[in-house]
Every structure is written in C-alpha cells, then in structure tokens.
C-alpha cells in the first residue's frame, strides 16, 4: 500500500509596505506580514509605519489571525546604535506587539535580546544562511526561523531542514533578485552614497547602461584576451539586472520538505501587485493535499500581469538549471484598472480608478482563490466624480461604479 504523502502546508509571509499592501495581503490570503518603521530595514524607500500607523497596522492584521513580523534587517553603523535601541524601546512598549524581529546582524540581534527578551527573532536572507551548522549557530544565539540564502539550490534547502528539524526554515519563492550574494552590494552605495545594507539602494542593476568595451588579459597569459566581457552596441539596456524569482511550481515541494514559511519579496510594490501574487500562492497552497483545479502555466499567466522582466528559478534547480518563462506581450497582460473602496448601497460602489477604464469594454473582478468573473459592459456603469455618467475614466479619480455581482466587496481590485 502506498504510504500517504505527508504535507504540512507553510505559511505563506507577504510583504506589507504601507497600509494598502497590508490591507491586499489580509485579503487575498496571507498567513504572516512583514512590516517595517521608516529606519533599520532593508527597504527605505517604502512607506513603513510610523508611532502612530503601526498600531492600527497591528490590530488589522491580528484581527484578522495574521501574525506581523518587524524588520530590523538593517547593518547599521556605530553612529545608529542609539537609534536601534530607542526602536527597541518603543516596540517593546506596545501594549499589541510584533510577533516577531527580523533581524540580520550580531550587534542588532544582542540588542533585541536584551530589550525585547520575549519577543521571538526571525533571521533574514541578509545573514547569508548556507548551511546546517550556520543555521544551528543562530539557534544559539536565540534565533527561532532562518530565511536561507537565496543561492541555495533545492538540494542544499533540503539538507539544512533534515539536519535542522528543530529551526524553522524561510524560503523566498517570489519577487526580485539582487546582483550581488544575499543583497550585500556596494553599487549603490559606491554610485550615489546609499548603501543598500542601510536599506538605502538605488537598484543601480536595474539602471540602463550602454557597452563601450570591455576587455582583459591575465598577467600569466599576455596577448590572450581573457574576457571580453562587452562590446560597443547601440542604446542602452538593463544588461546587470537578473531575472524574477518564480518558484510557484515547488510549493508542494516545500511543504513535504518542511520549510516553515514561502516568503514573497516586494515592500516596495502596489496593492495590485500584492493582490495578484498572494491571490496565486495562496491558491497553490490551499490546493496542497487535493487534486489541483489549476495548472502551472495559469499560475504563471496571473503572475505575468504583475512581472516587469522575466520571471525564472534563481538558483533553486540543481546542477547550475535555471528555468526562464517567458513573458507575455504587453497587450496579452490585464493590468488593475481600480480598486472597490466601499459599497454605498447594494450595486452602488466607490472606487478609486488606477490606470483608464474603457467602460466599453469588459472587466475581470479579482475575487480571493483567482476567481475572475467578468463584468460585460453591459452589466455595469460609472459615474465620475461629479455623478455624470462616463465611457472612460482616467487614473486618480474617485468614482462611481454601478454593478451587481455576488463577488464584489470592498478592498477588491478590478482589471482589465
């Protein structure tokens, strides 16, 4: 008899980088956020909470049975440790508290120790986790979750969980890659003096350049080009910038192997973006243990609306693999054309209009588990925001829709 396959489903952790972000990953199925102030995290140019946005952040997502882990990923200086330890204070305060710190360098996690005693840490990709005796290290240190180094093919993932069952295992399965080993370059910071392990980067592998020539021989071979690395070309072009992570294909197999949590990248992105891959994962994840309603490439079709460079496996297939899916024209994508603020009264709903809307055309709903029922343009209308009836409505509008559908509801988005 064959022996049932064992599946604990993971937590699928989203990014949460302002309120909207927070209110899209509740939606659309998020076990866990990750969340931040405006210092000490990896992503500076996100919104992040403040004394006053952070307790309402809280009590949304606690409310609604989602745990909240706060980024303190940083690597900061001398000059920040002040700072760090009022940040520490202030959370430790909290009458509604994170759930967990994320955290990436010795100084920061013997800090939180010593003011956030009871509160569990998380430790981030920035730590560059390769190994069991690396992860065991941290557990020592008080550390309860690893997020492991992105370099990891699934082979070493799968070793550093069997020889770790007692340290949960974090995994990024979606979102950026960076250039440089676990985030920890220098571009940014050699460029224009932000360094991007202060959370500061300013992304300069996604900067357009332009081959002039490069070219180099080794001392110990003269008169042999050794790399020519570039050649003069017209224009420029994004010839740094690596591919997306997309590893929806493997959920099942992070669940047999244990891996705690997927975790998607993005702090910086829309609510759209949020609301399209957490809807994804979210259904891949709850079709775990059944038979699967959806196949792989319509996972992959809902993703490639939010994708702005192809998406591929990283590092994640053994043996130096890399599988790359191929992106779709832009006509072929369905970008989010609003979002539904509030229902007035039944069929009379608020929106808030994202890019235009050809009211002559149909619209798709994002409801929650990828259903996409479609709003024929005869089955809805819209009014600006002056009540006149309009064909086409333009973005940053506040509007009006009149539609009856069983699946809308506020905080939904709505594409086309």
């Known amino acids: 008899m064959r022996t049932p396959e064992r599946i604990t489903r993971p937590e699928l952790l989203c990014p949460a ?23 000490f995290n990896l992503r500076a140019g996100s919104q992040g909470f ?34 760090l330890e009022t940040v520490l204070e202030r959370l430790s305060s909290m009458s509604n508290q994170p759930d967990a710190l994320i955290v990436a360098d010795p100084g920061v996690i013997s800090l939180a120790r010593k003011r956030c005693p009871h509160m569990p840490l998380h430790l981030s990709t920035q730590a560059n986790t390769t ?21 990891l093919d699934l082979t070493g993932i799968k070793a550093i ?31 224009n003096a932000r360094p991007a392990n202060l959370g500061r980067c ?75 891959v957490v809807d994804a994962y979210r259904t891949a994840l709850d079709a775990l243990g059944r038979k699967p309603s959806l196949a792989h490439k319509e996972y992959l079709a809902e993703l490639a609306n939010t994708a702005s460079r192809p998406m591929g496996t990283g590092f994640f297939l053994p043996g130096g693999k890399r599988a790359l899916y191929p992106m779709p024209a832009c006509e072929q994508r369905k970008p989010v054309i609003a979002k539904i603020l509030e229902k ?10 994202r890019s235009r809307w050809d009211a002559r055309k149909p619209i798709e709903i994002m409801a929650p588990g990828m259903h996409r029922p479609v709003l024929a343009p005869d089955a809805y209308t819209l009014e600006n925001h002056r009540g006149e009836r309009r064909l086409e409505l333009h973005p940053g509008l506040i509007a009006t829709l009149y539609a009856e559908n069983t699946f809308l509801m506020p905080g939904l988005y709505l594409r086309a």
């Open 17 to 39: 980088g302002d309120m909207e972000q927070l209110e899209a990953a509740i939606l659309y199925g998020a076990d866990a956020v990750y969340l931040s102030g405006k210092e």
């Open 50 to 83: 403040d004394e006053h946005t952070l307790p309402k952040a809280l009590k949304l997502a606690h409310n609604a049975g989602v745990h909240v882990y706060y980024c303190l990923n940083a690597l900061p200086r001398q000059h920040d440790l002040r700072a």
């Open 131 to 151: 190994n069991a005796l690396s992860a065991a290290f941290w557990k020592d240190q008080g550390v309860c979750r690893v997020n492991l180094a992105r370099e």
């Open 161 to 191: 969980a069997r020889r770790c069952p007692d340290v949960e295992l974090e995994v990024f399965v979606h979102g950026a890659m960076c250039l440089a080993v676990s985030g920890q370059c220098l571009l940014s910071a050699w460029l």
């Open 202 to 276: 300013t992304h300069p592998c996604r900067f357009e350049y332009r081959a002039i020539s490069l070219g180099v021989e080794e001392k110990t071979r003269p008169g042999s080009l050794l790399w020519e690395a570039l050649r003069e070309a017209p224009g420029y072009s994004t010839l740094w910038a690596p591919e997306d992570l997309c590893l929806i294909k493997y959920v099942r197999w992070f669940a047999k192997n244990g891996i705690r949590a997927l975790k998607i990248e993005g702090r910086m992105k829309s609510g759209g973006y949020t609301a399209h």
């Open 344 to 353: 007035q009264k039944p069929g009379v709903w608020s929106v808030h209009v």
